[in-house]
């Protein structure tokens, strides 16, 4: 073989050296995916829990609320057919889970109970903590307010339906007759301290 032959470069094709390749990208991505799936658990865990949480008080309040509106049905139906001890007790169950005009639907038919049984003073403690009750607000708020006003004129204590009228009047001057109210309720007050001063004695006077 001459020494020309021998350094000459084969003319057969030579298969590719495969050469170490580092994929910076793909590691860095493996990296960041095992940090991602650590992260939740450790920095977001509480709130990863808040959904559920959520979506168990509303499942929760919404049981509440059916059972306080089966409650204030069934003593409803107890009052129509007479069974009043039935329907205050169905009644005050509702009462502890109902809001808005609901709740003041439920202190006046609560009353109503007590009126029916004779016991006008009970019913008007219903309306005195109802009244007194932040639930107790909106467009029902006056008409609770109204028969507390009446109940206590029912007993003789005229006196304290005033304030009540005029916060009625505040709010809706055309609700029912309070207009008329207020001012018999104002001028019986008046009447009253006029007749409860004492009259002088003719005989100081002479």
């Known amino acids: 073989i001459s020494l020309q032959a021998a350094r000459s470069p084969s003319l057969e094709p030579s298969l ?14 493996e990296e960041l995916g095992c940090v991602e799936q650590v992260l939740p658990a450790a920095v977001l865990g509480k709130k990863a829990f808040a959904p559920n949480r959520a979506m168990s008080v509303s499942s929760e309040e919404l049981a ?14 107890h ?10 007790r169905e009644i005050e169950h509702a009462l502890a889970g109902i809001e808005g005009d609901r709740f003041s639907e439920a202190l006046i038919l609560l009353a109503t109970c007590y009126v029916e049984q004779g016991n006008v003073a009970d019913a008007i403690g ?33 006196e304290k339906s005033i304030p009540l009228y005029q916060d009625i009047y505040g709010v809706d001057p055309r609700f029912k007759d309070v207009e008329t109210k207020m001012r018999e309720a104002i001028l019986y007050q008046k009447m009253h301290s006029v007749f409860s001063q004492p009259t002088p004695s003719v005989l100081g006077t002479l």
């Open 126 to 158: 219903v309306l005195e903590s109802g009244v007194a009750d932040v639930r107790c607000r909106g467009t029902a708020r006056p008409t609770v307010q109204y028969q507390l006003a009446s109940f206590y004129e029912q007993v003789g204590q005229r």
């Open 16 to 29: 590719p050296v495969e050469e170490e390749y580092f994929d910076l990208a793909s590691v860095m991505t």
């Open 64 to 77: 509440r609320q059916q059972y306080s509106e089966s409650c204030f049905n069934m003593g409803m139906a």
């Open 79 to 88: 009052k129509e057919m007479g069974n009043l001890e039935k329907a205050i």
